[in-house]
């Protein structure tokens, strides 16, 4: 099993930035590609960024040219840099990897909450 920790979320003025942080932990895993989700109210969870092993990466026309993506290969961690937040990225975030122990399989984190004030 790979277990995933995040970290960052919180209220911010609309404009502002924020970063989030995760960190997969486990034995015997390896990163295939590591990247995070959000989910408005009401809405259904969406892709915002993903990152692979080689450093490939992609991001949801709604954030493209506003956040980064970034990762740490040797501690398995992957960060999200946010800047001229929106209200509209409301959400909880929610850190994902593609790993494989003895198989491949999806992970998640538990969320983190990320509020932007109008």
């Known amino acids: 099993q790979v277990q995933l920790v995040e970290s960052g979320g919180g209220l911010v003025q609309a404009g502002g930035s924020l970063r989030l942080s995760c960190a997969a932990s486990?034995?015997?895993?390896?990163?295939?590609?590591m990247g995070w989700y959000r989910q408005g109210p009401g809405a259904q969870r969406e892709l915002v960024a993903i990152?692979?092993?080689?450093?490939?990466?992609n991001y949801a026309d709604s954030v493209k040219g506003r956040f980064t993506i970034s990762s740490d290969n040797p501690k398995n961690t992957v960060y999200l840099q946010m800047n001229s937040l929106k209200p509209e990225d409301t959400g909880v975030y929610y850190c994902?990897?593609?790993?494989?122990?003895?198989?491949?399989?999806?992970?998640w984190g538990q969320g983190t909450q990320v509020t932007v004030s109008s």
């Open positions: 994902y990897a593609l790993a494989t122990v003895k198989y491949t399989a999806q992970f």
């Open positions: 990152i692979t092993s080689g450093g490939t990466t």
């Open positions: 486990g034995s015997s895993f390896s990163i295939n590609s």
